[in-house]
């Protein structure tokens, strides 16, 4: 809601075709406005107009007609909403003076129908209506999301606990690895020794040593390709036989889906149709029905008077001598003009009750069966998908195991290749190696072999010092981390008490309040209306549940007898008027708990009958100093109590 300043100006209300009014204008001043009159005379449906020019929805459109129309005008401001009647009920659009009315609807529109009076009368527990204008939801999401911050620190710490207990493995290996390189570094360098001293009286011809050597390296390198070559082999093999397996499970889960023929599902969405079909019909007939039931009740409780007359002053013929004589016990049909009794048309409206709910049954039974075959519907094409689903990814496997044969058939030709190339490479290499020269070439071999082995050892060394850098970089995040989930904790615990103070709060604060209104009405026999709050939230810290409902809030009623003892009851056994002011009572600490006149400019006050002139007239007077408008409406004789200074209407 947007706080609105209205000091001063006059507020014009235009309606049309709400709760029983046909067309009015009615200007409301600054202050106390009485709307006084006898019931049916249209106060109510105007105190409902202007809860809908406020945003609220609990207004109806009148029964002649399917939408209304409401705009306040406020100094410069004008606000015009559109009441629609639909299936469910009034559905309402345009901008209201509010952008959420439901503060308003609870504690400032205090109508017979008011959710918190009503609340009160039905003895449930209180905690929703009074906590309806704090929000909740939002401190509810601020506990969610505080709660995922912490699990995701949760894990992390334990994913860095995990490596603490990795770290000394690794920094075992790579001390070992330390020890490896030193001691192949030693044998390298005693091979290397050794082939100084054999170059040094061996002798041979450049060109013979340079031709073997040339062999040796083709031959090491086609070795290399060959071992490649057989690897890549290796690995296509068992792809295919991981795609056959996979391909297996799949058509053994597509053998395994039940049958969904076209027919069946052309028949089910030819009912769902027929179904959906029906229901429309039946919701526009109970519409039309609806309609003409609410108008009739219209008419039989007093509304729509112009009718009525209009009927009644048609010339009567002479008739029977006995409907002359009982004239005076019967009514007017409004449909042929005749004289009959109120219970035949009553008799007749029952019926027409009894068909309408008979038809709103019939369209529950369709619903239910639209359910059934929606279900059956989606369950076969969902099925019908899952297969189709099933038979493409057949395809791509069946497609990909026939690439990687393709390929394994490739590879094998190669292998086949190489396997040739590696025989005649060692046949050339044993043609031009002699005893000796055997020797110095193995102890080649022997120096090339130690050096890769050393490559190996310090590329390990160097993974396993990046992983212990890695570690160690972690493990130094593991305070900071620590320090968070420490501020995460107190939030969570700051966050769920808070919901508690809150709810303390608002019951100390309606308490107050309700004492004061008690001390305003001055009723003899309740010294005391009180909440008590009871089963406040357990373990704010390790209590995770997002549904978390907070307490229990009760209503007590303390009563004296006339011999002054005092003794505490509950609302269900007070008398139904006693639970009428209880519920007002209530309703109005609401209001000045939460402050509702500082930003809603209108007070409604309607259904006091349960309070005597008198009292209404001091409650009025309190109230009067809190809203910009205070409209409240009464019977003649309760309005005469009130100060003549208040502005009054009549005719609406």
């Given at each position: 809601m947007g706080s609105l300043s209205v000091s001063g100006e006059v507020a014009t209300v235009t309606v049309e075709k709400i709760g029983g009014i046909d067309e009015t204008t009615v200007e409301v001043p600054p202050g106390v406005t009485v709307l006084r009159g006898r019931n049916a005379t249209n106060r109510t449906s105007f105190l409902q107009s202007v809860m809908a020019a406020h945003g609220s929805e609990w207004a109806s459109v009148k029964g002649d007609s399917d939408q209304g129309r409401v705009e306040l005008s406020l100094g410069e401001e004008t606000y015009t909403r559109t009441l629609t009647r639909t299936d469910d009920g009034v559905a309402g659009s345009g901008l209201g003076l509010l952008t959420d009315s439901t503060v308003a609807d609870l504690f400032a529109f205090l109508l017979e129908d008011n959710e918190a009076r009503r609340a009160v009368e039905r003895d449930v527990d209180l905690r929703e209506i009074i906590m309806r204008p704090v929000d909740v939801a939002s401190i509810h999401r601020q506990i969610r999301a505080a709660e995922q911050r912490k699990e995701e620190i949760d894990a992390e710490l334990d994913r860095i606990a995990s490596l603490k207990r990795e770290l000394p493995d690794l920094e075992r290996q790579q001390a070992d690895l330390r020890d490896e390189i030193a001691e192949t570094r030693d044998e390298l360098q005693r091979v290397e020794?050794?082939?100084?001293?054999?170059?040094?009286?061996f002798q041979t011809t450049q060109k013979n040593r340079d031709e073997l050597e040339t062999a040796l390296d083709e031959l090491q390198a086609t070795r290399s390709e060959l071992k490649r070559v057989r690897d890549d082999i290796q690995s296509e093999q068992e792809s295919i036989a991981a795609l056959r397996d996979e391909r297996g499970n799949l058509a053994v889960e597509r053998s395994g889906l039940p049958e969904s023929p076209t027919e069946r599902l052309e028949a089910l969405e030819s009912d769902i149709d027929r179904l959906?079909?029906?229901?429309?019909e039946l919701s526009e007939y109970t519409t039309r029905l609806q309609n003409v039931i609410g108008f009739n009740e219209e008419l039989l409780s007093g509304e729509h008077r112009e009718i009525t007359d209009a009927i009644d002053a048609k010339p009567e013929s002479v008739g029977d001598i006995t409907d002359q004589l009982y004239?005076?016990?019967?009514?007017?049909?409004?449909?042929?003009?005749?004289?009959?009794?109120?219970?035949?048309?009553?008799?007749?409206?029952?019926s027409m009750r009894d068909h309408l709910?008979?038809?709103v049954s019939e369209i529950g039974s369709i619903e239910d069966e639209l359910d059934e075959l929606t279900g059956q519907r989606d369950k076969i094409a969902e099925t019908r998908t899952r297969a189709q689903e099933l038979t493409a990814t057949i395809e791509d496997v069946d497609a990909e195991i026939e690439r990687r044969q393709t390929t394994v058939t490739d590879r094998r030709e190669r292998r086949n290749n190489l396997s040739a190339r590696v025989e005649e490479l060692e046949e050339r290499v044993t043609t031009l190696r002699t005893e000796e020269f055997?020797?110095?070439l193995d102890l080649h071999t022997k120096a090339n072999e130690l050096e890769l082995e050393l490559d190996r050892l310090e590329s390990e060394r160097d993974e396993v010092s990046g992983e212990i850098a890695d570690i160690e970089s972690e493990i130094r995040r593991n305070n900071e981390l620590a320090a968070q989930r420490e501020e995460v904790v107190d939030e969570l615990i700051d966050l769920r008490s808070r919901i508690d103070r809150l709810e303390a709060e608002a019951t100390d604060q309606f308490n107050e309040k309700m004492d004061d209104l008690l001390d305003i009405l001055g009723y003899g026999n309740i010294e005391r209306i009180w909440l008590e709050r009871t089963d406040t939230p357990d373990d704010p810290v390790h209590n995770s549940d997002d549904s978390v409902t907070g307490s229990t809030f009760t209503l007590h009623v303390v009563r004296s007898t006339d011999s002054g003892t005092v003794y505490e009851d509950t609302v269900g056994h007070l008398s139904e008027s006693e639970r009428e002011v209880t519920g007002l009572v209530f309703a109005l600490a609401g209001y000045l708990v939460h402050d509702v006149y500082e930003e809603v400019p209108f007070m409604l006050l309607d259904s006091l009958e349960a309070i005597d002139?008198?009292?209404i007239a001091s409650l009025v007077e309190y109230f009067a100093e809190f809203p910009s408008y205070l409209v409240v409406a009464l019977l003649l004789e309760d309005a005469q109590a009130l100060s003549d200074s208040y502005n009054r209407i009549t005719d609406i």
């Amino acid at each position: 809601m947007g706080s609105l300043s209205v000091s001063g100006e006059v507020a014009t209300v235009t309606v049309e075709k709400i709760g029983g009014i046909d067309e009015t204008t009615v200007e409301v001043p600054p202050g106390v406005t009485v709307l006084r009159g006898r019931n049916a005379t249209n106060r109510t449906s105007f105190l409902q107009s202007v809860m809908a020019a406020h945003g609220s929805e609990w207004a109806s459109v009148k029964g002649d007609s399917d939408q209304g129309r409401v705009e306040l005008s406020l100094g410069e401001e004008t606000y015009t909403r559109t009441l629609t009647r639909t299936d469910d009920g009034v559905a309402g659009s345009g901008l209201g003076l509010l952008t959420d009315s439901t503060v308003a609807d609870l504690f400032a529109f205090l109508l017979e129908d008011n959710e918190a009076r009503r609340a009160v009368e039905r003895d449930v527990d209180l905690r929703e209506i009074i906590m309806r204008p704090v929000d909740v939801a939002s401190i509810h999401r601020q506990i969610r999301a505080a709660e995922q911050r912490k699990e995701e620190i949760d894990a992390e710490l334990d994913r860095i606990a995990s490596l603490k207990r990795e770290l000394p493995d690794l920094e075992r290996q790579q001390a070992d690895l330390r020890d490896e390189i030193a001691e192949t570094r030693d044998e390298l360098q005693r091979v290397e020794d050794r082939i100084d001293e054999r170059d040094a009286d061996f002798q041979t011809t450049q060109k013979n040593r340079d031709e073997l050597e040339t062999a040796l390296d083709e031959l090491q390198a086609t070795r290399s390709e060959l071992k490649r070559v057989r690897d890549d082999i290796q690995s296509e093999q068992e792809s295919i036989a991981a795609l056959r397996d996979e391909r297996g499970n799949l058509a053994v889960e597509r053998s395994g889906l039940p049958e969904s023929p076209t027919e069946r599902l052309e028949a089910l969405e030819s009912d769902i149709d027929r179904l959906r079909e029906r229901k429309r019909e039946l919701s526009e007939y109970t519409t039309r029905l609806q309609n003409v039931i609410g108008f009739n009740e219209e008419l039989l409780s007093g509304e729509h008077r112009e009718i009525t007359d209009a009927i009644d002053a048609k010339p009567e013929s002479v008739g029977d001598i006995t409907d002359q004589l009982y004239k005076g016990s019967k009514t007017t049909c409004w449909t042929c003009g005749s004289q009959v009794k109120p219970e035949r048309i009553e008799s007749t409206l029952q019926s027409m009750r009894d068909h309408l709910q008979e038809m709103v049954s019939e369209i529950g039974s369709i619903e239910d069966e639209l359910d059934e075959l929606t279900g059956q519907r989606d369950k076969i094409a969902e099925t019908r998908t899952r297969a189709q689903e099933l038979t493409a990814t057949i395809e791509d496997v069946d497609a990909e195991i026939e690439r990687r044969q393709t390929t394994v058939t490739d590879r094998r030709e190669r292998r086949n290749n190489l396997s040739a190339r590696v025989e005649e490479l060692e046949e050339r290499v044993t043609t031009l190696r002699t005893e000796e020269f055997n020797k110095v070439l193995d102890l080649h071999t022997k120096a090339n072999e130690l050096e890769l082995e050393l490559d190996r050892l310090e590329s390990e060394r160097d993974e396993v010092s990046g992983e212990i850098a890695d570690i160690e970089s972690e493990i130094r995040r593991n305070n900071e981390l620590a320090a968070q989930r420490e501020e995460v904790v107190d939030e969570l615990i700051d966050l769920r008490s808070r919901i508690d103070r809150l709810e303390a709060e608002a019951t100390d604060q309606f308490n107050e309040k309700m004492d004061d209104l008690l001390d305003i009405l001055g009723y003899g026999n309740i010294e005391r209306i009180w909440l008590e709050r009871t089963d406040t939230p357990d373990d704010p810290v390790h209590n995770s549940d997002d549904s978390v409902t907070g307490s229990t809030f009760t209503l007590h009623v303390v009563r004296s007898t006339d011999s002054g003892t005092v003794y505490e009851d509950t609302v269900g056994h007070l008398s139904e008027s006693e639970r009428e002011v209880t519920g007002l009572v209530f309703a109005l600490a609401g209001y000045l708990v939460h402050d509702v006149y500082e930003e809603v400019p209108f007070m409604l006050l309607d259904s006091l009958e349960a309070i005597d002139s008198e009292r209404i007239a001091s409650l009025v007077e309190y109230f009067a100093e809190f809203p910009s408008y205070l409209v409240v409406a009464l019977l003649l004789e309760d309005a005469q109590a009130l100060s003549d200074s208040y502005n009054r209407i009549t005719d609406i």
